[in-house]
């Protein structure tokens, strides 16, 4: 039963974050790097990786990356829109996907070590999640720019690059949420 009313409780975190990121839209700039934009895509990271720490605070072990990661599909769609591509939900999800697999193991063990947080110390485990689950949307949310980037420019993506993106964008993140 308190399972439950938890997963209602994410469900509507969720739907309020998908309404929030879209009302707060900007028209496509055509500059797709000019500093409004730019303020504009770090704003949508940070308030992501926000939503998405206060949403694993919630009690289920390992149920984060079902929850998180239409969150992060969101936060896709956002930045594409800012970085003038039109992309759907199931192809931003393809995309994440994609992105996460770069930095695979690392992704992985975080996932862990948060589902173990909450196995060890329940309720409290959850946050202790936060600086974790923050800093590792906002390492994500940096990747997702860096490839919509290299698509609106007609560049290649390069996934060493990503992955010290990724690995910059985790450490100042996990210290923007403290």
Known sequence: ???LRAEDRVANEVLRLKNLIEKDSV???EGLHSAETDAS?????HLTAGVCAVVATQPLPFADILILTPIQATLA???ARLRGQEVSMAQ???VL???IGIFGLG???QQAAIGLYKLGLPGLGGF??????YGLTYGIGRVIDLYYQALATGKPFNRREAARVFKFGRKEGKSASR
């Open 107 to 109: 992704f992985t063990a």
């Open 41 to 45: 895509v770090r704003k949508a990271i």
């Open 97 to 99: 996907r994609e992105l």
């Open 27 to 29: 028209e496509k700039d």
């Open 1 to 3: 039963m308190n399972a």
């Open 77 to 79: 769609c956002r930045i």
């Open 128 to 133: 202790m999640t936060i600086p974790l689950v």
């Open 92 to 94: 931003a999800k393809r």
